[in-house]
């Protein structure tokens, strides 16, 4: 069994400003706003990538139907998003990528539930970074969310609940905020590196609500080479 790794000594993770944004999709003309979306480095560090989940592209954003992964860059070409952070900045991009075989979460996993979209010569920060390795069940890690009372970001306490290749799992510490809209946003350890991207959340027979996400080794996997 892993041992709970050491945590640095600050109360919150340190992350970059304006790494985490409301997105929105567009085609000429149509657009919708939905979830969650997140800034990472690319493999090589040549290009970093708007994350967020595939699942938003269909019922679950407002479609009527699901749209399959690899027409999300022909039919959604560009998207656009504020920064969650104080003073906000715009995201802009016009590059989708396809994420093969991406597909919405179900009882097999949510490891491809991934869309993304290649940001170019981004200047205003840097971008989050994967961690290096699977968290481990009882290691402390945070969901991002959007703080709207404070007009900032929001770090939600979790405890790792359960990992596996297309799933990692996360007790909720805070059970009553509001986590609507949240899908696509990035899991960070102590260090502010993801450990994975949130997808939803369930309540157990126990009344103990959780997380769930991709897991960042599925986001990696997912990640085109620059």
């Not at 690899?70 to 959604?76: A, D, G, M, S």
């Not at 590059?95 to 996993?109: H, I, N, S």
């Not at 404070?150 to 405890?159: G, H, I, K, N, S």
């Not at 809209?181 to 502010?192: E, K, L, M, N």
Request: hydrophobic share 40%; aromatic share 10%; proline share 7%.
């Amino acid at each position: 069994v892993s041992a709970v790794p050491e945590q640095p000594v600050d109360l919150l993770p340190k992350i970059p400003k304006h790494v985490v944004f409301r997105p929105t999709f567009l085609t000429r003309d149509f657009s919708f706003t939905a979830g969650t979306g997140f800034l990472l480095d690319g493999k090589s560090g040549g290009s970093s990538f708007l994350v967020t989940v595939h699942h938003l592209f269909g019922p679950a954003g407002g479609l009527e139907k699901q749209i399959a992964g690899e027409t999300i860059p022909l039919v959604f070409p560009r998207a656009v998003g504020f920064s969650f952070d104080r003073d906000p900045i715009l995201l802009t991009t016009d590059e989708g990528v396809v994420v093969p075989d991406a597909r919405k979460g179900d009882d097999k996993g949510c490891e491809k539930d991934i869309a993304l979209y290649r940001v170019r010569g981004w200047s205003a920060n840097k971008s989050l970074e994967l961690a290096k390795g699977p968290p481990v069940v009882g290691q402390k890690v945070w969901l991002i969310l959007r703080n709207i009372a404070q007009d900032d970001l929001l770090f939600a306490e979790c405890v790792v609940a359960w990992q596996s290749a297309t799933e990692v799992r996360y007790l909720l510490n805070n059970p009553d905020l509001l986590y609507s809209g949240a899908s696509g946003a990035p899991v960070v350890d102590a260090y502010g590196n993801v450990v994975g991207m949130h997808v939803g959340t369930f309540t157990a027979e126990s009344g103990r609500k959780f997380g769930f996400g991709s897991p960042a080794d599925a986001i990696h996997a997912a990640l085109p080479a620059d």
